[in-house]
């Protein structure tokens, strides 16, 4: 009986013992000291506020109008491609956009492309031959006038056209040449060019050496 009575005893004290833990009031913090006057208090990284990232603000940029042609024309006509050049020189700042432009003369059919005549025809088919496995094609071989045992590669009715084969042909390796075709007279030479709102078309072909402007298409120059 005695040894039940204290393990009761024992039971009651453990139970009273637990009760009083968990009813008991949570420890106070000690008070921080105090800090000398003009010192910081210490503040650890995960207890500092946190301040919302501000996004970057895009920069603008200036749009940058393109140019446009208000007023295009035509000056000219000049004898020669250098006298157009010099206009051209002369214009510079003062427009926008120039080109020059070639008129062929009056009874003028073009040019043609040709590889001078050989010693003989058969020369001139060996070169022919050359031309053809080279990746080149409409070319003809002359067999009789002035140009026998010449081949003819092409004819063209713009110096442009001609030149371009021309410049081919030669990149290749043959020394072809350009010639005028049925040329009566010379050609002339315009140069077209666009102006920006208000400018004094009149004062620019004066300072070009030219005649009256004469009214273009702007589209003919983009």
Do not use: K
């Amino acid at each position: 009986m005695l040894i039940r009575a204290l393990i009761v005893l024992l039971v009651v004290l453990n139970l009273g013992a637990a009760a009083w833990w968990l009813t008991r009031p949570a420890p106070t913090p000690p008070a921080e000291p105090a800090l000398p006057a003009g010192v910081a208090r210490l503040q650890l990284v995960n207890e500092a506020p946190s301040i919302p990232t501000q996004a970057p603000v895009p920069q603008a940029r200036d749009a940058v109008p393109p140019a446009a042609l208000a007023a295009c024309f035509s000056l000219g006509p000049y004898t020669r491609e250098s006298s157009a050049l010099q206009a051209q020189a002369a214009l510079a700042g003062r427009i926008l956009h120039a080109r020059l432009r070639e008129v062929p003369g009056a009874g003028t059919g073009g040019y043609q492309v040709v590889m001078p005549p050989a010693a003989s025809l058969e020369e001139a088919q060996a070169t022919a031959g050359r031309i053809g496995a080279a990746g080149f094609d409409d070319f003809l071989v002359v067999r009789q006038g002035e140009q026998a045992n010449g081949i003819a590669l092409g004819r063209y009715r713009s110096r442009e056209a001609a030149e371009r084969r021309l410049t081919q042909l030669q990149a290749a390796g043959f020394p072809a040449q350009m010639q005028p075709v049925g040329r009566a007279g010379p050609s002339l030479w315009w140069l077209d060019a666009g102006a920006a709102a208000g400018a004094d078309l009149d004062a620019l072909a004066r300072l070009a050496s030219s005649g009256a402007p004469q009214p273009l298409e702007c589209a003919a120059l983009r």
